[in-house]
């Protein structure tokens, strides 16, 4: 099924939303639902021995975390939300709010805690992010898939650790506390997968 595209302008770019079918479902998409903006999460095409065959997803909102389960009869239309996505540069916290320069027109924007999410975790300042708009409103700040950050506080590991598998807890530069192998130790810098906070392994 061809996609097709209605846009409306809001200055200074092109915003709307893309007409295409539950069969163009792909993880990471924006789904303009009523309204409201959702990310599919997961989808699983279904074909029942008796009845049309539909799909079932799992759709995360843009604007509060909800999560939702939601099925649609396959070959539908769905309006797929088309987002810019401009890089940024994380410059200071003020107040609530963090504001981040755009590093093409360096103009600097205040984006909320909430919109942040749980990137402040891995966000050191002069840090790079891209910043998912629509409609020139903040939606989603995506970081590099890894970060190195520096173990501010450990406890001391013990001679044989690297051998034995175990794991500590640890307190990074931006506060948030993560498990490492034994044989880390306090002032290590490290790789740090900003998806989930795992541990990755020293950093060069």
């Not at 009869?73 to 088309?82: H, L, Q």
């Not at 794991?167 to 306090?186: D, H, N, R, Y």
């Not at 790789?191 to 060069?204: E, F, I, M, Q």
């Amino acid at each position: 099924m061809p996609l097709e595209v209605v846009a409306k302008y809001v200055a200074p770019q092109w915003i709307g939303f893309i007409v295409a079918s539950t069969n163009d479902l792909k993880n990471g998409m924006t789904l303009d639902i009523e309204g409201q903006l959702w990310n599919v999460v997961e989808f699983q095409h279904v074909k029942p021995g008796k009845g049309p065959a539909f799909v079932r997803t799992k759709l995360k909102s843009v604007m509060n975390g909800k999560v939702i389960d939601r099925t649609f009869n396959a070959g539908v239309k769905i309006e797929i939300a088309i987002l810019e996505k401009r890089e940024m540069q994380y410059l200071y916290k003020d107040g609530d709010d963090y504001v981040f320069m755009d590093l093409k027109t360096y103009d600097q924007t205040s984006i909320s805690a909430d919109t942040v999410g749980d990137a402040v975790n891995y966000m050191l300042e002069n840090t790079d992010a891209i910043v998912a708009v629509h409609e020139g409103n903040p939606l989603y700040i995506e970081l590099a898939a890894s970060v190195p950050l520096t173990i501010t506080y450990t406890e001391p590991g013990l001679q044989g650790d690297r051998s034995s598998g175990g794991t500590k807890p640890a307190t990074l530069e931006t506060g948030i506390e993560i498990q490492v192998p034994l044989f880390i130790k306090q002032d290590e810098k490290v790789l740090v997968d900003t998806r989930d906070g795992s541990y990755l392994g020293r950093a060069n």
